[in-house]
């Protein structure tokens, strides 16, 4: 009984054993998945093990289609091997097999081979096993660009606003993009941040993906920075990249107006250009801007306002007002201008004024402005008083003239105005210079000049010595009276200038002096010599002087020099060089010939009486001597009678003997 009782135990048994020999006999082991970038190959490992060992084994490769049905790429046996016809692989992979080592190699991948591959281990039992792995391709998209609205936003508007669009283009697995502003990511928010995105499958199996933002915006987004962030994936990493910045433009409403004066800088006065600025610190574009003079009802539709020359009535209160044309909404704010100004100077007493000699002089200048002045008074360009009220105690005639009032602002510069007053100081007449004028001349004419001061105006007379009037022009002076008259020269007459007014008289008597003015040539004369034995003997022109006891002959040139004389002529005689005159700027040529022929007459004269002395001399009947005894007394030597000759152009001596050999001065 007990064996009828194991047999079905010990067929279970068996059927345990075979089947637990059947799972052990192959075994796959592969990637979950292969990651590659597009463009590249992608190798597919396939490891596997068996107990009969490689020649029996058979290496299939399949990918999953859509439809989850699967397609053979690659069928490997061990007689034959070869990539199935008509697939999308088959002149694209190659299959390598290295020991339990199958690697599938997928040349110029891309998008579209992103599918599931299957790798399937056949033995000679009807014994298999299979893996898969997941290929997966990648496509960096490129860079994102993003676009900015060309128009401003309002921040007014109800509904958020378009802020710009960011595009991407062929990317593979699909990238995602994220709006920033100012470095902070927006999200979705109801009424407030709308971010919509669309996606685009190119016929390249490639994603392009396109953002659009619109929000509502706020004064503060004038100064934002927005941009796009695009992350998208590669092999076994995530990268991410920006967009260009852009700002957008916001429109608000001003919330303050302000008005100022853009020059001149300082105060102002009358005459200078007066311009305003105004502006707000909102930026609407249907707006207008306008600024206007509340006196006048002048006003202009702009920012800025131009007023030339102004005067005081341009001065007062100015506003600038600003208008919003969409809702009707007004800001102002006004400014008050102040035009300084300086009337013209006035002087009391008007124009001039007449004192008496010795009189309190008092003059007072005044000019209404709208800053504190400063006067001063001037008299030919000199300082002579500070203060509003020119005074002299006591008037004299050098106190006339003209007086010059200047009033000016200390404050500004260039505010200046002045006036003139004439001081005339009543008083008997003065004549400029001495009462008693010498007056030379060369000429037969001559023009005399009298200046009287004096008011009022003295009359001037001309009289002479000999009781004639003489006609002469008048004119009239700042301080006077000026007369010229031409006279004629009159021996022994003389000429009275008399300048009188209500007041008194003065008198100047003019001597007049002619002047004969003549100049002479140098001529020498005949050589005048004088030879001593034991003492000298000097013969010149004039006298006979006895010398020394030496032995001296001296020739020496007899120069006649003429010289500018008055109302005479002198000529001189004179043992020197020769000098050249000295030519007078005034020679009259009546004079000339008769001057010059008495000089030659007088040269003759002179020569011929240097002749008789010097003969006269040589005969012995000078001194009671003649010339014989005077040379025998002592043999002659030529070391102790020496000849002196001067020469005009030289003041060198030279001295020769009686041979005419030439001596050392020590020789003499």
Known sequence: MALPDTAPLLVGLLLLFHAFGAWAIVEVNMEDKVEVMAGETAQITCMFTTDEGLGGTTIQWFYVLPNKERQRIYNKEPMHEAAEQNTLFTHRISLNVNGTAAVLAIRDVGVRDNLEFI????????????????????????????????????????????????????????????????????RNTPREVVVTSSTTIESSGLFSVQSELTMKVKKEDKDAVFYCEVIYFVPGATKMTESQHINITVYYLPTEVTIWVESPKGKIKEGDTLELRCDNNGNYPSSITTIKHQNSEYSVENKTMVRTNVKRLDGGVYECTFEETD?????????????????????MPKDSIAVMEGEELKASCNALSSLQTSTTWFKNEKLVSKGNTLSVKSATLETAGMYKCVVTVPEMEGMKTSSTLQVNVKGSPQILGPDVQEVETYETTVNLTCSATGFPAPTIMWTTSDGKNLNALQTETEDGAQSVVTFKITPNVKVFCNASNDFGSKVV??????????????????????????????????????TTPTTTTTTSTNTITYDTVTQNTSTNYVNDPVQTPTKSPNIKKESKGFVIAIIIIAIFLLAILGSVLYFLYKKGRICGRSGKQDFSKRKSSKDNIVVEMKSDNTEEAILLGVNGEKQQPNDQ
């Open 327 to 347: 809702n009707f909404e007004v800001i102002s704010r006004s400014t008050k201008v102040s035009v300084n100004y300086l009337e013209s100077a006035v002087i």
């Open 509 to 546: 008597e003019f001597n007049i002096k002619t002047i004969l003015n003549t100049t002479l040539t140098t001529i020498t004369s005949m050589p005048t010599i004088s030879t001593t034995t034991r003492s000298t003997t000097t013969i010149s022109s004039d006298t006979v002087v006895h």
């Open 119 to 186: 790798c399937v281990i056949k033995t000679l039992t009807p014994e298999e096993a299979e893996g898969r792995t997941q290929l997966q391709v990648f496509k960096s998209p490129t860079f994102p660009t993003i676009e900015a609205v060309e128009t401003g936003i309002s921040v007014n508007e109800e509904a958020p606003s378009k802020i710009g669009s960011c595009r991407v283009k062929n990317g593979y697995p699909k990238p995602h993009i994220t709006w920033y502003r100012n470095n902070m990511p927006l």
